[in-house]
């Protein structure tokens, strides 16, 4: 499906290589001084870019402007739904490109992510989502946190995303490097979005809506900067899966008899799985003894194979040295799917999304 007729930039048409379409770069930042000029300088040659800086008390708007892109400097904090809400309308985005693509303040992109990204733009595709890797410099090699999040992204988008994009059910979009039809994000980014994880709500409003489908462009590559502490790892975890939670309530999905639902209803009983499998395991090899040691050797075993799986697939052969600190936070992982759980509970929803980013490097 051909997008609108192109009056943009050449930025755009050489990025795409398809002179049909425009597209926009938009970051919301706050306090990014230090990341945002690699994040711009990835885009720029790209597409037009814009930067909302939300009430940011660095030099975030200078560095941003001096890497190329078009700034918004915000006097409050308003949170990263409400700058993107506000530089979405006040410089009509929406009606002057076919297609924007939203990214972190921390990520970068390849040089030809936009151009992969919009050849999924197929009919009746709303939402394109790059694939996410994590950020993983030298001088941070051996830290545990940065190896972990780079083996679930890798195991996530090689198995369950890629299995979602082909069905059509998608539940879960790259807030850090999604690219969004224009018209369709004009339609789901709201000033203040009721879950404290916008794009879990931009994911559902736009299934719930009935907008198009969404996505999984692997071949559209994006760095991204993950937690180097337990604290931070811990934090941006629980915001994640409270989110998701919050919007499996709000948006109430199990509910209808749709693709969607039926396939959302399976994951939540794999999550089920993933959080009381490995206790019953260990609660059975403790009162059966030596009889149940096949469990604990099926644990070993899988977490074994799929990290040097990962490790080949990656080439981050440290990866296979990690695999202790990976297992073992792996089971820390499923304390704060409970931890989301109860906070769901206590606070299904939100008045504000403002945030506190992780240590950027």
Request: with cysteine; hydrophobic share 45%; proline share 3%.
């Given at each position: 499906?051909?997008?609108?007729?192109?009056?943009?930039?050449?930025?755009a048409?050489?990025?795409?290589?398809?002179?049909?379409?425009?597209?926009?770069?938009l970051?919301a930042?706050?306090?990014?001084?230090s990341?945002?000029?690699?994040?711009?300088?990835?885009a720029?040659?790209?597409?037009?870019?814009?930067?909302?800086?939300?009430?940011?008390?660095?030099?975030?708007?200078?560095v941003?402007?001096?890497?190329?892109?078009?700034?918004?400097?915000?006097?409050?904090?308003v949170?990263?739904?409400?700058?993107?809400?506000?530089?979405?309308?006040?410089?009509?985005?929406?009606?002057?490109?076919?297609?924007?693509?939203?990214?972190?303040?921390?990520?970068?992109i390849?040089?030809?992510?936009?151009?992969k990204?919009?050849?999924?733009?197929?009919?009746g595709?709303?939402?394109?989502?790059?694939?996410?890797m994590?950020?993983?410099?030298?001088?941070?090699?051996?830290?545990?946190?940065?190896?972990?999040?780079?083996?679930?992204?890798?195991?996530?988008?090689?198995?369950?995303?890629?299995g979602?994009?082909?069905?059509?059910?998608?539940?879960?979009?790259?807030g850090?490097?999604?690219v969004?039809?224009?018209?369709?994000?004009?339609?789901?980014?709201i000033e203040?979005?009721?879950?404290?994880?916008?794009?879990?709500?931009?994911?559902?409003?736009?299934?719930?809506?009935?907008?198009?489908?969404?996505?999984?462009?692997?071949?559209?590559?994006?760095?991204?900067?993950?937690?180097?502490?337990?604290?931070?790892?811990?934090r941006?975890?629980?915001?994640?899966?409270?989110?998701?939670?919050?919007?499996?309530?709000?948006?109430?999905?199990?509910?209808?008899?749709?693709?969607?639902?039926?396939?959302?209803?399976?994951?939540?009983?794999?999550?089920?799985?993933?959080?009381?499998?490995?206790?019953?395991?260990?609660?059975?090899?403790?009162?059966?003894?030596?009889?149940?040691?096949?469990?604990?050797?099926?644990?070993?075993?899988?977490?074994?194979?799929w990290?040097?799986?990962a490790?080949?697939a990656?080439?981050?052969?440290?990866?296979?040295?990690?695999?202790?600190?990976?297992?073992?936070?792996?089971?820390?992982?499923?304390?704060?799917?409970?931890?989301?759980?109860?906070?769901?509970?206590?606070?299904?929803?939100?008045?504000?999304?403002?945030?506190?980013?992780?240590?950027?490097?």
């Amino acid at each position: 499906m051909r997008l609108l007729p192109s009056r943009g930039t050449d930025h755009a048409r050489r990025a795409t290589g398809v002179e049909t379409t425009r597209v926009a770069v938009l970051v919301a930042s706050k306090d990014g001084a230090s990341t945002i000029g690699a994040t711009v300088a990835s885009a720029v040659g790209q597409a037009d870019v814009f930067v909302v800086s939300d009430g940011s008390r660095d030099r975030t708007g200078a560095v941003a402007r001096a890497a190329g892109a078009h700034v918004i400097e915000l006097t409050e904090n308003v949170g990263k739904p409400a700058a993107i809400h506000h530089a979405l309308t006040t410089l009509r985005l929406a009606e002057r490109y076919d297609a924007i693509a939203i990214l972190d303040d921390d990520t970068t992109i390849a040089p030809n992510f936009i151009r992969k990204a919009v050849e999924r733009f197929r009919e009746g595709v709303a939402i394109v989502v790059g694939r996410t890797m994590t950020r993983w410099p030298h001088e941070n090699r051996w830290n545990v946190w940065l190896g972990s999040r780079a083996y679930a992204y890798w195991r996530y988008q090689a198995t369950l995303r890629r299995g979602q994009s082909a069905l059509g059910v998608m539940n879960c979009i790259s807030g850090s490097n999604s690219v969004f039809r224009s018209s369709v994000l004009a339609q789901i980014a709201i000033e203040q979005t009721p879950y404290i994880v916008d794009d879990t709500y931009w994911t559902l409003e736009t299934h719930r809506r009935k907008l198009g489908r969404i996505v999984y462009a692997p071949d559209a590559h994006a760095w991204v900067c993950d937690p180097l502490t337990l604290r931070d790892w811990y934090r941006q975890n629980l915001r994640w899966i409270w989110g998701m939670y919050q919007g499996i309530a709000g948006h109430h999905v199990g509910r209808r008899v749709t693709r969607f639902d039926v396939a959302s209803v399976l994951l939540m009983l794999d999550w089920c799985a993933y959080v009381f499998g490995m206790p019953i395991a260990i609660g059975l090899a403790l009162w059966l003894g030596w009889f149940s040691l096949h469990l604990v050797l099926f644990y070993a075993i899988g977490y074994a194979a799929w990290t040097l799986l990962a490790a080949i697939a990656t080439k981050k052969w440290r990866l296979a040295a990690m695999l202790p600190a990976i297992a073992v936070i792996d089971v820390i992982y499923r304390v704060v799917f409970v931890h989301a759980l109860v906070k769901t509970i206590r606070e299904p929803r939100v008045t504000s999304c403002r945030w506190v980013s992780p240590v950027r490097y």
